[in-house]
């Protein structure tokens, strides 16, 4: 098994072969939405959606949340596009397509975590 991992020089990534893998569970997530839809994390490059089976399909489902940041951004909200209000919740735009995934296409998802 091969993940990819930035270069040196932070330009491009590489192919690097996974040697060992612990399982380690914790409670809490968090997944930052980015332009490309990839994070890299201690040189490791990740997709910042977690739980579908295909980044493509999950970073085009992000599309429209996108561009609701890039228009709040150039009318001058200069706040993010989200509706967290200190909960720490999942975006409601997310959590809809999740339970609509859920319900109507479930083997999408990578693993189903709550009902």
């Known amino acids: ?19 060992h893998v612990d399982v380690i569970r914790n409670v809490g997530v968090y997944a930052p939405l980015t332009r490309s839809g990839t994070i890299v994390i201690d040189g490791v490059v990740a997709s910042c959606y977690a739980v579908i089976r295909r980044h493509d399909v999950a970073h085009l489902s992000m599309t429209p949340l996108r561009f609701l940041y890039d228009v709040s951004r150039m009318m001058g909200g200069g706040r993010d596009v989200d509706d967290d209000d200190g909960r720490n919740a999942m975006h409601w735009y997310p959590d809809l397509l999740l339970k ?14 709550r009902p």
């Open 1 to 19: 098994m091969y993940i990819f991992v930035a270069s040196d020089n932070d330009t491009s990534v590489l192919p690097a072969e996974v040697r």
């Open 100 to 113: 609509t995934v859920r319900r109507f296409a479930p083997a999408l998802l990578e693993y189903l975590s």
